[in-house]
T-cell receptor, first 116, second 113 residues
Framework: EAGVAQSPRYKIIEKRQSVAFWCNPI?????LYWYQQILGQGPKLLIQFQNNGVVDDSQLPKDRFSAERLKGVDSTLKIQPAKLEDSAVYLC??????????????FGPGTRLLVL | AQSVTQPDIHITVSEGASLELRCNYS??????LFWYVQSPGQGLQLLLK??????LVQGIKGFEAEFKRSQSSFNLRKPSVHWSDAAEYFC???????????FGKGTTLSVSS
């Protein structure tokens, strides 16, 4: 079974530029998460989708971050304009979405962003 | 509000020695608890999880964890550490199945020969 795919793996941009990250979840997984992991910290949720609807985006800085999952499969996270403090690893995770006790989040390898 | 504390930022263990990584959580009800491991440049891999039932849970790679409600703890253990276990370990809590996880800051494990 293929895991969660993310691209690009690395990105370096100047502040005030825009950047986009792509995530393809495990086939059949209805729930998709974007987490931000700043160096030395644990991952922090940015946004959660159930199919193509947003479940939780309370911690997404909406003035500069946006995300979509138009067809309920893959997802794109965008930052515009980027700030220095956005330097982090952006992790995508997916789960079946059935809210059963077996529900487990599977993580992709992440995209490492450096803003100069 | 939910929170997770991992008191140890960095731990060094000799190869073959036992390991215990500490995790304390704050949550009103019985939480869903997880341990993940992250190797350099990799995503997070699930080691084990606890939802209910037996408080001692077994995971992959020889790891186990014990849920202690009275101490609000979910410590990770391994009887004999291998050099390949060197990585960063994260404890996480979820309100229920299907919700986002709240992670601790992680513990970096180094293994000495």
């Amino acid at each position: 079974e293929a895991g969660v795919a993310q691209s690009p793996r690395y990105k370096i941009i100047e502040k005030r530029q825009s950047v986009a990250f792509w995530c393809n979840p495990i086939s059949g997984h209805a729930t998709l998460y974007w987490y931000q992991q700043i160096l030395g910290q644990g991952p922090k949720l940015l946004i959660q989708f159930q199919n193509n609807g947003v479940v939780d985006d309370s911690q997404l800085p909406k003035d500069r971050f946006s995300a979509e999952r138009l067809k309920g499969v893959d997802s794109t996270l965008k930052i515009q304009p980027a700030k220095l403090e956005d330097s982090a690893v952006y992790l995508c995770a997916s789960s079946l979405g059935g809210q059963t006790l077996q529900e487990t989040q599977y993580f992709g390898p992440g995209t490492r962003l450096l803003v100069l | 509000a939910q929170s997770v504390t991992q008191p140890d930022i960095h731990i060094t263990v000799s190869e073959g020695a036992s390991l215990e990584l500490r995790c304390n959580y704050s949550y009103g009800a019985t939480p869903y608890l997880f341990w993940y491991v992250q190797s350099p440049g990799q995503g997070l891999q699930l080691l084990l999880k606890y939802f209910s039932g037996d408080t001692l849970v077994q995971g992959i790679k020889g790891f186990e964890a014990e849920f202690k409600r009275s101490q609000s703890s979910f410590n990770l253990r391994k009887p004999s550490v291998h050099w390949s276990d060197a990585a960063e370990y994260f404890c996480a809590v979820g309100a229920r199945a299907g919700t986002a996880l709240i992670f601790g800051k992680g513990t970096t494990l180094s293994v000495s020969s």
